[in-house]
């Protein structure tokens, strides 16, 4: 029997346990598990390289991702770091322009160092891929919707381009999570997320998972993973599944917001820009209607300087001010300084990420809540 996404995410992975008949299947805290014999066990040997909770929660994901292999990590940032150790000196990678800030610091900070090339461009535009691509190059990184300017990639275009040049293909999925998107669908290799975000939904963990159908992939991933030590806990990967059983539901609450927070937004004479997928402004809102199924809960737009982005942030009071998405709280925060910080000023400039640039998560308040908390805060 082929469930539907809504069932998928309330059970699987999430079966009964069979000693007691519990419908909440516990938590396994153990760091280690008692062998048959040398050589032979019962599927477990110590939770660094395998844990029965966490195992559940892979195996949950990857269904909702309709991918045969998942693998759970300690945050979004470990997957990220875990990923790019399959890497080797020499090797080159080409990445979105407008990505999370903390792969762009690793990417440009931290891997370089080892010998590693990235280029940063606008994969809205596939043909931009086709051109930089070298002899050298070994994977293509992208989001989509980006971070923080909502920009959208044609998934099976880059796929395409991908697989005609032995590329691995890999997308930071975060945004839309699951139940909006899947990439691997469309033809991509390799999903990202940062869990911590949309999968946990409640602001009260921090974790990341990558899924594919790629056998050979998962087991150096998981080879890398074991020897760093980029591991969940088992409690947060619990929290996790409790968590992801009603994500459908969030995502849709937080997409129908947004969407109405992003259309009373266009009509402000005193907003410059918005960047929200599913808004008929929107470059690529014909491809994200394609292969999301809502907008999502995260927009973006310009205020006219610094100055009146930051009186705006300072006004809220139902949106918090604070780094992170994806929770049921509405949360506001300026790119420039906090989730892009680490980006230098120039290439803000460039990538479109103003001065006077704010980003909102849409919670699951009650939008007219929203849009009043907004209007009073715009006030001078």
């Given at each position: 029997?082929?469930?539907?996404?809504?069932t998928?995410?309330?059970?699987?992975?999430?079966n009964p346990?069979?000693?007691?008949?519990?419908?909440?299947?516990?938590?396994?805290?153990?760091?280690?598990?008692?062998?048959?014999?040398v050589?032979?066990?019962?599927?477990?040997?110590?939770?660094?390289?395998?844990?029965?909770?966490?195992?559940?929660?892979?195996?949950?994901?990857?269904?909702?991702?309709?991918?045969?292999?998942?693998?759970?990590?300690?945050?979004?940032?470990?997957?990220?770091?875990?990923?790019?150790?399959?890497?080797?000196?020499?090797?080159?990678?080409?990445c979105?322009?407008?990505?999370?800030?903390?792969?762009?610091?690793?990417?440009?900070?931290?891997?370089?160092?080892?010998?590693?090339?990235?280029?940063f461009?606008?994969?809205?535009?596939?043909?931009?891929?086709?051109?930089?691509?070298?002899?050298?190059t070994?994977?293509v990184?992208?989001?989509?919707?980006?971070?923080?300017?909502?920009?959208?990639?044609?998934?099976?275009?880059?796929?395409?381009?991908?697989k005609?040049?032995?590329?691995?293909?890999?997308?930071d999925?975060?945004?839309?999570?699951?139940?909006?998107?899947?990439?691997i669908?469309?033809?991509?290799?390799?999903v990202?997320?940062?869990?911590?975000?949309?999968?946990?939904?409640?602001?009260?963990?921090?974790?990341?998972?990558?899924?594919?159908?790629?056998?050979?992939?998962t087991?150096?991933?998981?080879?890398?993973?074991?020897?760093?030590?980029?591991?969940?806990?088992?409690?947060?990967?619990?929290?996790?599944?409790r968590?992801?059983?009603?994500?459908?539901?969030r995502?849709?609450?937080?997409?129908?917001?947004?969407?109405?927070?992003?259309?009373?937004?266009?009509?402000?004479?005193?907003?410059e820009?918005?960047?929200?997928?599913?808004?008929?402004?929107?470059?690529?809102?014909?491809?994200?209607?394609?292969?999301?199924?809502?907008?999502?809960?995260?927009?973006?737009?310009?205020?006219?300087?610094?100055?009146?982005?930051?009186?705006?942030l300072?006004?809220?009071?139902?949106?918090?001010?604070?780094?992170?998405l994806?929770?049921?709280?509405?949360?506001?925060?300026?790119?420039?300084?906090?989730?892009?910080?680490?980006?230098?000023?120039?290439?803000?400039?460039?990538?479109?990420?103003?001065?006077?640039?704010?980003?909102?998560?849409?919670?699951?308040?009650?939008?007219?809540?929203?849009?009043?908390?907004?209007?009073?805060?715009?006030k001078?």
């Amino acid at each position: 029997m082929e469930f539907k996404f809504e069932t998928k995410a309330i059970h699987n992975g999430q079966n009964p346990d069979p000693e007691t008949g519990a419908v909440i299947p516990p938590i396994h805290l153990a760091s280690t598990f008692k062998q048959v014999s040398v050589g032979e066990h019962q599927g477990f040997e110590y939770s660094r390289t395998g844990n029965p909770t966490r195992q559940r929660l892979e195996e949950q994901v990857s269904s909702l991702e309709n991918a045969k292999y998942g693998i759970a990590f300690a945050s979004g940032s470990a997957a990220t770091a875990t990923i790019q150790l399959l890497l080797n000196k020499g090797d080159h990678v080409i990445c979105g322009d407008d990505v999370y800030g903390g792969t762009y610091r690793f990417f440009d900070k931290v891997m370089k160092k080892f010998g590693v090339s990235y280029d940063f461009v606008d994969l809205a535009d596939p043909e931009n891929l086709r051109a930089t691509i070298k002899e050298n190059t070994k994977m293509v990184w992208l989001e989509t919707p980006t971070n923080p300017l909502l920009k959208i990639s044609d998934l099976s275009a880059l796929a395409e381009i991908s697989k005609e040049h032995d590329l691995i293909s890999i997308v930071d999925n975060t945004f839309a999570s699951p139940f909006l998107q899947n990439p691997i669908d469309q033809g991509i290799d390799v999903v990202v997320h940062s869990s911590t975000k949309y999968l946990g939904g409640h602001s009260d963990l921090v974790g990341g998972i990558v899924a594919t159908n790629d056998e050979e992939f998962t087991e150096k991933l998981k080879f890398l993973q074991n020897s760093a030590g980029a591991i969940p806990s088992p409690f947060d990967c619990w929290l996790l599944m409790r968590g992801i059983k009603t994500l459908a539901l969030r995502m849709t609450q937080h997409s129908k917001s947004a969407a109405n927070i992003a259309e009373y937004l266009s009509e402000q004479q005193f907003i410059e820009n918005v960047y929200y997928p599913f808004i008929d402004s929107h470059p690529n809102s014909d491809i994200a209607k394609q292969q999301m199924r809502y907008g999502g809960g995260i927009l973006s737009f310009d205020l006219p300087s610094a100055g009146s982005a930051h009186a705006f942030l300072k006004k809220l009071k139902i949106f918090y001010l604070a780094e992170s998405l994806g929770g049921v709280e509405s949360l506001a925060e300026y790119p420039p300084t906090m989730t892009h910080g680490s980006i230098e000023k120039d290439r803000r400039q460039v990538l479109g990420i103003n001065d006077g640039l704010v980003r909102l998560s849409v919670g699951l308040e009650n939008v007219d809540d929203l849009i009043e908390d907004i209007t009073q805060a715009m006030k001078h």
